[in-house]
């Protein structure tokens, strides 16, 4: 049990309001971690510290990681709490995400600054500020990227930018901090049962993109309102778990996929936090898996034609 190994550890994650840093909030804190959890609302606060029964070793954090009062705020928390206590700081999650879907032309260039500023610069600013602390720990990064971090996918330029981006800051990163003992890994996983999967997605396509000018979609889309029904009923698919190997076998012929639970993501970022050799990617999830070993496969067209085209062809 790592966790309860090394008592004086403490990781901070951010974006722990809902989906995968939620789950891996509890889940080190669970294990043994003492865990900074950064958050933007107060509601969301105390929502997870009631779920782990109000223990004081999960400290919520305000923190958006486009501000950076916030940011300056958080290392000032997470300094005195780790002095008063007597912890190191073993980790940093970058989590927070705010992903969009949509065609390049349809997405306003708003929609790609802002996701930008969250899934990278935020990840980069927030590393930043908390790089001396983790640096006198010999502590570890743990930036969260996605199969989308290594292979693009129709509608997806935002998302794919960020992770590809992500992954690019963790490569360098990790030859720039190894002097001090410290490592960078990347998590890469492939569909998880989150809110982003399930209600962002969908609406995305309700709301969002139906508030674009119609003859732009209509461009992409030969019938909106059916594209939306073809959502739902994708995230109703993978929203079911699959009844056992030879229904995953089925799926995965049929091109339907379905989703991992969070917690899983949560492990797999204890074993980078602790493992003796963390890897530098942790690609998570059989889709994920067979996704990357395609894209290394075939050529770049032949990847458009066989799966970026068609994975979200709504
Ligand atoms: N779900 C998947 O299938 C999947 C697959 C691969 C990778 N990922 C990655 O996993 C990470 C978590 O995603 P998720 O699926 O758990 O989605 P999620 O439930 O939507 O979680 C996203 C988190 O980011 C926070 N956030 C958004 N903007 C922020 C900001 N400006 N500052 C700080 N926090 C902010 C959200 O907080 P608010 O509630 O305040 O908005 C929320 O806590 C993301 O990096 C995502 O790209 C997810």
Do not use: L
């Given at each position: 049990m790592p966790g309860f190994d090394h008592p004086q550890d403490a990781v901070v994650i951010t974006g722990t309001s809902s989906g995968i840093g939620a789950a891996t909030a509890r889940y080190l804190h669970e294990r043994g971690y003492f865990v900074f959890a950064g958050i933007r609302q107060q509601q969301q606060a105390d929502a997870l510290t009631a779920s782990v029964g109000?223990?004081?070793?999960l400290l919520p954090v305000v923190l958006d990681v486009t501000r950076q009062d916030d940011i300056v705020r958080a290392t000032e928390i997470v300094q005195a709490t780790l002095s008063a206590r007597g912890l190191r700081l073993a980790g940093l999650v970058n989590n927070a995400a705010d992903e969009h879907l949509g065609p390049v032309e349809v997405l306003s260039l708003e929609v790609f600054r802002r996701e930008i500023e969250v899934g990278y610069l935020g990840a980069v600013a927030v590393t930043k500020a908390f790089l001396p602390m983790l640096r006198s720990a010999a502590g570890r990064i743990i930036n969260m990227s996605s199969v989308n971090g290594r292979c693009t996918f129709k509608y997806h330029a935002t998302t794919c930018a960020t992770k590809y981006a992500i992954e690019a800051f963790s490569d360098a990163l990790r030859m720039e901090v190894r002097p001090w003992g410290m490592h960078v890994s990347i998590i890469e996983p492939g569909p998880i049962d989150t809110p982003l999967m399930r209600e962002k997605l969908v609406e995305e396509f309700t709301r969002k993109l139906a508030e674009y000018p119609q003859d732009q979609l209509n461009l992409y889309f030969k019938d909106f309102a059916a594209a939306i029904q073809h959502v739902e009923a994708f995230v109703e698919r993978i929203s079911v778990p699959p009844r056992g190997p030879l229904d995953k076998l089925r799926r995965l012929i049929n091109g339907q996929g379905w989703l991992h639970s969070p917690l899983d993501v949560a492990r797999v970022i204890e074993q980078a936090l602790t493992s003796r050799r963390p890897k530098t990617r942790y690609l998570i999830g059989t889709q994920a898996k067979l996704i990357h070993a395609a894209r290394r496969l075939l050529s770049d067209r032949a990847f458009d034609r066989v799966l970026g085209e068609k994975v979200f062809d709504f």
């Open positions: 109000r223990d004081a070793n």
